[in-house]
């Protein structure tokens, strides 16, 4: 390995360290965009790497050094027995033998945890050599800086990652950087700018100053709201980039486990799922989540699954000796596009037949079903599911009169301390008329409808760091999609001391055009990613958790009944929208629940999506002429070069400066290949020149400048002389 050769001093430190800051930012977001884990063990490798690279110039030292550092992180996050034991051995062999036989069967997704860690740790060792060698060696700062910023904005766009302070970070230790990098280069040049340390500081603090001026008007003068649509949405549903995904600024519709952090738009996909054989469209559960956190949903528990043996469900959301049932049948197959790796299961769910070689796995406290197989077992295989289709009798729910049990209380009636009070209070004004728990639940449900809240999927608000999802939909932006009415309804109703718990799942999907041969009473039914969805369950005492759909433009397709009319009904949804709802297309997805609950302001939509798709037009256009232009620009790039210098020359020229025009000469050369090796003295370097261009005046010139170094004055320069040897310099350089 080769020694690297630098100078030790205070402005090479600062460049190192911005560097590393810089990094900084490309390893932030993975903590939200990735399931990466330990980000400061990662973070803390980094600057050891960096500082080795530093403070070392034996490469061999620094290869042992971060060799060691590496082994240690490895054996801490992973490595159970104690260091180079023979137990911490076997350990780590049996690791890379595993991964070595996963690397020849080229099958890169089973590597073990332990493998790509270190193959990140060694990523990062590398990153830690290249940008020192970028910025202290090559003295290349602003290539990085463009990098990060294009990076940072990129997942801004594209993920749930917010960067807007992590780019005003960016900016400002950039231009700082820069500023001292510059400083660096004038070093290297030659200039006499640092014959004290006072002189260094001259330097950096009217830079720093500026960088902090210039950013602090950036941050808080007055902005125009964005003039173009956004681009994302047309881009993801065109390339057809959508389906499963969790988490992006602009999120792509479908099932998803991380919902810690709710909110946000989303686009349309109509990618199957599965499809459901069943005699009436069912809501298919999956799951259940406890802890409201202010911004998203979490679970208290880790779970935990439990085999499901002779096809028996354990898990019940309701009694079934306290609530009337039918029994009934239904069944369901994974479409050769799905990768959902759960079950869903309607309610009342009691028993499942599986395809021969199907294990599955059930987490008792949320209900999550977990499927085992191989991808080839379970495409065009069906799941068989018996289960009792639930009535429940209003005089019923109305009349309990049960206490909670202790465990439903201390896990279903949680809220976050900074839940604003005026959620208390909206909620206590909405039920102050109402007597029983039901009664309540049911205001709530209904609330939403009556009170001027909008279902849409688009223009979704995000809350800001110290706002709170529900406060902000029920008192700022009152729009929103299933999320934003379900979390709101869940949050309420815990207000009032009533247990209730947000539930995940898909909605009941599209009735096919063409049936097969199913038997009577039977249909075929589509589910997308469109159709999934989250609803509300509040607990009443004996009988159970009861589902209540708060969404705009949804109807609860569990049936609730009066034994006094003895005709069972969903209360609240006049029979001729049932009836008409049916006539027509008779899906119950999102995206048509979209334009059933915006009819009212169809004419306002209509002219947005024309203006959007206007704007669009003019965005593609001005893409268009973009690219040209640096078509143009990239073709003509030497011609407008050599107009450049030649006219920045010309205003040099006027005043003759030994230092300036001397400076600018080497610029000229080294941006035309010229450049001066390192070590390399100005008079070797002004005798390679006079050599190559076939001139004498480099040499000449060169030591008019090195006299005017030693005295530090030009008093004495003849300037005539001075422009007559530069004019000939740069007439062989553009010639």
Aim: glycine share 6%; with cysteine.
């Amino acid at each position: 390995m080769n020694n690297t050769k630098y100078s030790f001093s205070l402005s090479s430190l600062i460049i190192i360290t911005a560097g590393f800051v810089l990094f900084w930012e490309w390893l932030r977001p993975l903590e939200q965009i990735t399931d990466t884990g330990s980000m400061h063990v990662f973070i803390i490798y980094t600057a050891f790497c960096f500082a080795i690279s530093f403070f070392f110039k034996n490469g061999w030292l620094k290869f042992i050094f971060k060799g060691i550092g590496l082994i240690l992180v490895i054996d801490y996050l992973f490595l159970t027995g104690f260091l180079f034991s023979g137990e911490w051995i076997a350990q780590l062999s049996m690791e890379l033998q595993y991964n070595l036989q996963i690397i020849q069967q080229a099958n890169w997704t089973e590597m073990s945890p332990l493998f790509r860690s270190f193959l990140f740790f060694i990523l990062l060792w590398l990153m830690s050599y290249l940008l020192h060698y970028w910025f202290l060696i090559a003295n290349k700062f602003f290539l990085f800086v463009v990098l990060t910023i294009f990076y940072l904005a990129i997942l801004d766009t594209f993920t749930v990652y917010v960067a807007t302070t992590a780019i005003v970070r960016t900016v400002l230790i950039a231009f700082i950087a820069l500023g001292l990098s510059r400083y660096m280069q004038l070093q290297h040049l030659g200039v006499p700018i640092e014959r004290n340390k006072q002189n260094f500081f001259k330097w950096m603090v009217p830079v720093s100053l500026m960088v902090l001026v210039v950013v602090g008007v950036g941050l808080f003068a007055p902005k125009l709201n964005p003039q173009w649509p956004d681009p994302v949405p047309f881009l993801q549903s065109t390339a057809g980039h959508v389906g499963f995904g969790e988490g992006t600024s602009f999120q792509r519709v479908g099932y998803g486990e991380n919902d810690s952090k709710l909110g946000g738009s989303f686009i349309k996909d109509d990618t199957p799922v599965f499809e459901a054989y069943a005699k009436e469209r069912l809501y298919w559960r999956i799951e259940s989540k406890d802890v409201y956190t202010g911004k998203g949903w979490e679970r208290s528990t880790e779970l935990d699954y439990d085999p499901i043996r002779a096809s028996r469900i354990e898990f019940e959301t309701f009694s079934f000796t306290e609530v009337e049932t039918t029994q009934s049948e239904a069944s369901l197959r994974y479409a050769p596009e799905s990768n959902l790796s759960k079950v869903p299961i309607p309610y009342g769910s009691s028993f499942i037949v599986t395809p021969t070689g199907v294990n599955l796995f059930q987490d008792m406290e949320s209900g999550m079903m977990e499927v085992e197989a191989g991808e080839q077992n379970l495409i065009s295989q069906s799941f068989n599911i018996l289960y009792e289709d639930p009535s429940f009798n209003i005089d019923q729910l109305n009349q309990v009169s049960g206490s909670d049990p202790d465990y439903i209380r201390n896990q279903y009636l949680q809220l976050p301390e900074t839940l604003p009070q005026r959620v208390h209070d909206l909620a206590a004004e909405i039920v102050k008329e109402e007597q029983t728990r039901y009664e309540k639940a049911k205001a709530i449900e209904g609330y939403f409808g009556s009170n001027g809240y909008t279902y849409q999927t688009e223009d979704v608000s995000v809350p800001e760091q110290g706002e709170d999802y529900v406060d902000q939909f029920l008192f700022e932006t009152m729009v929103g999609y299933c999320d934003n009415f379900s979390t709101s309804m869940v949050v309420m109703l815990r207000s009032l001391d009533i247990p209730a718990r947000w539930v995940k799942g898909f909605t009941g999907g599209n009735l096919q055009p063409d049936q097969e041969n199913l038997p009577d009473g039977y249909n075929l039914y589509e589910i997308t990613n469109n159709n999934a969805h989250s609803w509300v369950e509040v607990y009443f005492p004996e009988v159970g958790w009861v589902p209540f759909e708060p969404t705009s433009g949804f109807t609860n397709p569990t049936e609730f009944y009066q034994e006094t009319s003895g005709e069972a009904l969903t209360p609240e949804v006049p029979e001729e929208a049932v009836e008409e709802e049916l006539a027509e297309d008779p899906a119950q997805q999102e995206t048509e629940n979209v334009e059933t609950a915006q009819e009212e302001n169809s004419e306002t939509s209509t002219g947005n999506d024309q203006e959007n798709n206007n704007g669009l037009i003019w965005l593609i256009g001005f893409a268009i002429l973009i690219a040209a232009a640096f078509i143009l620009i990239f073709w003509k790039r030497k011609e407008i070069r050599d107009w450049y210098d030649k006219r920045k020359w010309g205003n040099i020229a006027k005043r003759m400066e030994l230092d300036k025009s001397y400076l600018y000469v080497l610029d000229v050369l080294a941006r035309r290949g010229f450049h001066r090796n390192k070590g390399q003295t100005l008079r070797q370097y002004a005798r390679l020149i006079d050599e190559k261009m076939g001139i004498n005046e480099m040499m000449e010139l060169t030591l008019i400048y090195e006299q005017y170094l030693y005295r530090g004055s030009d008093e004495k320069v003849d300037k005539d002389k001075l422009r007559r040897l530069v004019q000939k310099i740069m007439d062989q350089i553009f010639a």
